[in-house]
């Protein structure tokens, strides 16, 4: 199992980050997925989820309505679009299946002026 996440960077408050990531060794339309984050000195968080076929998604209340997750089954691709960013979106962001198992190497997102 490899996860790839892209698109992280330097962000002003108020922009917005598209984030990729890309998953291999494993079917991919058969698991939900989710984007989680690590802030420094805090643990790792939930920021949303999707469902196997992206009929169902969740956000965590710090992101429900800036934040919006989907997948390309074909591309075997989950994506987190990020807007109206803060400050304390600042993070390593990662992506993994729902159900556990291993991480990728995380994007780091910087939300600063």
């Known amino acids: 199992v490899q996860y790839v996440e892209s698109g992280g960077g330097l962000v002003q408050p108020g922009g917005s980050l598209r984030l990729s990531c890309a998953a291999s060794g494993f079917t991919f339309s058969d698991y939900d997925m989710s984007w989680y984050r690590q802030a420094p000195g805090k643990e790792r968080e939930l920021v949303a989820g999707?469902?196997?076929?992206?009929?169902?998604?969740n956000y965590a209340d710090f992101v429900k309505g800036r934040f919006t997750i989907s997948r390309d089954n074909a591309k075997k691709t989950v994506y987190l679009q990020m807007n109206s960013l803060k400050p304390d979106d600042t993070a390593v962001y990662y992506c993994?299946?729902?159900?556990?198992?291993?991480w990728g190497q995380g994007t780091q997102v910087t939300v600063s002026s």
């Open positions: 993994k299946k729902t159900a556990g198992g291993s």
């Open positions: 999707i469902t196997r076929f992206g009929g169902r998604t």
